[in-house]
T-cell receptor, first 111, second 115 residues
Framework: QKEVEQDPGPLSVPEGAIVSLNCTYS??????FMWYRQYSRKGPELLMY????GNKEDGRFTAQVDKSSKYISLFIRDSQPSDSATYLCATPAGGFQKLVFGTGTRLLVSP | DADVTQTPRNRITKTGKRIMLECSQT?????MYWYRQDPGLGLRLIYYSFDVKDINKGEISDGYSVSRQAQAKFSLSLESAIPNQTALYFC??????????????FGPGTRLLVL
């Protein structure tokens, strides 16, 4: 079983929709979770970072961790065409600072 | 100027050739990483280095080697390229001073095609 799993998409939504992107993880010891955003022909960049359980909000973006089900989510409110990108979840693994990434979900927001 | 640069940005090579991908950073970070990205497989770690004298294998190091020439430079070599090494390669850096869950900063990537 992969340490982090993610639906590859693509996920297509109209502008203004609420988007839900999800990952599951295998190890209950994982505590830190990140969401990276990758635009086409660019490197990933950190979007949000959460620790343990609960929600973290940053503008239109909300990251949520449910440790009981080992499920992490990224919600995007009022989605915009500029949100079209691949979103990767990640977590440090192996007891040191090595990130394990999900495969990424490609999001397409149409005007 | 970009903080993490990669050269070349695109490369076409033939099976059996030796090639080197280079990464430079101006962020002053001590940790550097090489990943490859393939459709459906995501980002996979090839090698990582926590300082100039430290080199570690990642998930998929076979067929690759690295050199950390300086704190700011980390190069990836394919000793004898094969077609299944066709992929998008990313260099990344991070600062150990951030503690657990540190942010990694990625370069723009090198698109490699092995014929």
């Amino acid at each position: 079983q992969k340490e982090v799993e993610q639906d590859p998409g693509p996920l297509s939504v109209p502008e203004g929709a609420i988007v839900s992107l999800n990952c599951t993880y295998s190890n209950s010891a994982f505590q830190y979770f990140m969401w990276y955003r990758q635009y086409s022909r660019k490197g990933p960049e950190l979007l949000m970072y959460t620790y343990s359980s609960g929600n973290k909000e940053d503008g239109r973006f909300t990251a949520q961790v449910d440790k009981s089900s080992k499920y992490i989510s990224l919600f995007i409110r009022d989605s915009q065409p500029s949100d079209s990108a691949t979103y990767l979840c990640a977590t440090p693994a192996g007891g040191f600072q090595k990130l394990v990434f999900g495969t990424g979900t490609r999001l397409l927001v149409s005007p | 100027d970009a903080d993490v640069t990669q050269t070349p940005r695109n490369r076409i090579t033939k099976t059996g050739k030796r090639i080197m991908l280079e990464c430079s950073q101006t962020k002053g970070h001590d940790r550097m990483y090489w990943y490859r990205q393939d459709p459906g497989l995501g980002l996979r770690l090839i090698y990582y280095s926590f300082d100039v004298k430290d080199i570690n294998k990642g998930e998929i190091s076979d067929g690759y080697s690295v050199s950390r020439q300086a704190q700011a430079k980390f190069s990836l070599s394919l000793e004898s390229a094969i077609p299944n090494q066709t992929a998008l390669y990313f260099c990344a850096t991070s600062d150990s001073g951030q503690g657990a869950g540190e942010t990694q900063y990625f370069g723009p990537g090198t698109r490699l095609l092995v014929l």
